[in-house]
């Protein structure tokens, strides 16, 4: 999952060996003075001194801006990587999973920046441990025995309570998921929750503080338990140096220089044992988030069945034809969720077809498996004849326009609007020209009114050239003059220049301007009706 390479790993031992060795260096140099080695001290010893700080320092300089480069670099890739699992995800594996995924993953994510310098300092620590306790056995094996029984008891009580803090850090966790969903509804349902008092004082009152309660009493208590257990390694130390200064002198087991020498590398060791000690928060926040990780790229992975994308071409359009075509939200044959299907259909260049139906009759469902957003559960889809091997391949061929579009940020096109003449055509056609006044990507992406938006998206989607065009609800949040206009004028040429239209629509005025009226029923089509343009038809048919 995480992309770490030999070659990092091996940056990290090269850096925590020779910083390890050096810094051992010190406490030896330090203990033999302290203990006055007369054979030890030499005329250069303060200078070895020295220069071991100072090459010290220098590695940790040079260390530092690599692990930083590191650290970021697998931060930002992995954010590219759980970015590129949501592009590749399905519509309905999306609407499933919900978008707040993307963003708890992405703080789960930030845990692992500490990676890197954790690892380090957990070698570092090791090593400092180790060298330090094999010079302890040289001086007295007996006395090196009892320190490392009481260092190992102080850290068994740690380990024992880091460890019953998993699953409350994963209720934690789970809290914020909630949290993350309640800020999403606020932030997409705001008008709403104005126009209720109950609806937001329930929102506030029976989920969010009650969350926000429990979440921060629990956040305190795992908080609260990190903060006891380091007090009881900090004053576990004081225990072992206790018993280094009274006790093993008084057992005969150390003389006053080895005494000095043991206090020295306790004194010097409780760094490293501290790290070790606090570092297991750390690697309890990584196992959480790891297996979190792995939860997402799991439910987000891109089954091997699921053909390739292929490069866009300019495939000529003839016909797409829909044969015994089904989609249901739920394999699970014991499920009675909506399915749509079979469906039956053949859309041929430069038709205009008219989707009609109740709620919940399958227009949108059938839109997105038309428009490759859904996976046909059965059927084929023939293009110009021709299964296709992609859904990406009648993709290339349609732009649309759904009900909730949305107007990007940025602009991911290929074509640009500055210096476009055809954009400030279809602007002025739109009615847009006084409202944008510019060709800056900036004002065509501003904040609109609905109608405005749909106006925008349309043109947007006209830009892209493709030869079919998806509409779904256009005309219903239009003023009467656009409506009239988008019916009796814009389709009309659209269809002049070669466009195939399927537009959803409640709009039976303008029934009789389609080439076939499709209504939809419970999942199927239920009338399918060749407009005769010299005939009127009794609405009625469409709507029973």
């Known amino acids: 999952m995480f992309k770490i390479s030999v070659k990092n790993i091996l940056f990290l031992a090269a850096y925590a060996l020779p910083n390890t060795i050096l810094s051992f260096g010190i406490v030896y140099i330090i203990n033999n003075t302290l203990s006055g080695n007369k054979t030890f001290m030499q005329d250069y010893t303060g200078m070895v001194f020295f220069a071991i700080i100072v090459y010290t320092y220098l590695l940790n300089i040079i260390f530092q801006k690599g692990l930083n480069e590191f650290s970021f670099k697998m931060l930002y890739d992995n954010e590219k990587l759980i970015f590129s699992k949501i592009l590749q995800a399905s519509l309905i594996k999306l609407e499933n999973l919900g978008s707040q995924r993307f963003f708890t993953v992405v703080e789960d994510l930030r845990v692992f920046g500490l990676l890197p310098y954790t690892i380090t300092h957990t070698v570092n620590s090791v090593l400092m441990l180790v060298l330090c306790l094999i010079y302890m056995f040289t001086i007295s094996v007996t006395s090196a025995l009892i320190v490392v029984v009481l260092i190992i008891a102080v850290a068994a009580c740690y380990l024992f309570v880091i460890n019953s803090m998993s699953k409350k850090v994963v209720s934690l966790r789970e809290y914020n998921d909630d949290y993350y969903k309640y800020v999403d509804d606020v932030m997409k349902g705001f008008k709403k929750l104005k126009l209720s008092f109950f609806r937001t004082e329930n929102l506030m009152n029976k989920f969010l503080k009650p ?171 023939l293009l110009n004849g021709k299964e296709i091997q992609s859904s990406q391949e009648n993709q290339n061929l349609i732009a649309a326009v759904f009900t909730d579009d949305h107007i990007f940020s940025h602009n991911y096109e290929e074509y640009t609007v500055e210096n476009n003449p055809e954009y400030r055509q279809l602007l002025e056609m739109m009615k847009l020209d006084k409202v944008i006044t510019d060709d800056k990507e900036s004002s065509a992406r501003r904040k609109f009114s609905k109608g405005q938006g749909k106006r925008m998206s349309l043109i947007f989607a006209l830009m892209e050239k493709k030869p079919i065009l998806v509409l779904d609800e256009w005309a219903a949040d239009q003023d009467p003059y656009f409506r009239k206009f988008f019916y009796e004028e814009l389709i009309p040429k659209l269809k002049a220049e070669g466009k195939t239209i399927i537009a959803v629509t409640h709009d039976d005025a303008y029934f009789h301007l389609a080439d076939r009226i499709i209504k939809f029923n419970y999942g199927k089509i239920d009338t399918e009706v060749k407009v005769d343009k010299t005939k009127e038809y009794n609405k009625e048919l469409f709507w029973a």
């Not at 057992?251 to 220089?257: S, T």
């Not at 499920?335 to 053949?346: E, I, K, W, Y």
């Open 211 to 381: 969350n926000r309660d429990q979440a921060g009493e629990l956040d305190f208590k795992i908080s609260y338990t990190f903060l006891s257990i380091n007090l009881i390694s900090q004053y576990g130390l004081y225990a072992i140096i206790a018993t280094i200064l009274f006790l093993l002198p008084g057992w005969g087991l150390l003389d006053q220089a080895d005494v000095i020498a043991y206090v020295v590398i306790v004194l010097f060791i409780s760094g490293p044992i501290n790290n070790l000690i606090n570092l297991q928060q750390t690697y309890t926040r990584f196992i959480v988030a790891h297996q979190r990780i792995k939860d997402f790229l799991k439910d987000f992975e891109v089954h091997e069945d699921i053909k390739p994308q292929i490069e866009v071409t300019n495939t000529p359009f003839e016909s797409i034809e829909f044969k015994d075509i089904h989609f249901s939200y739920n394999n699970n044959l014991n499920d009675t969720a909506f399915a749509l299907g079979p469906v039956n259909l053949t859309v041929n260049e430069g038709e205009i077809i008219f989707i009609v139906g109740g709620n919940g009759s399958g227009k949108s469902t059938f839109i997105n498996t038309f428009t490759g957003l859904y996976t046909p559960s059965k059927g084929e889809i």
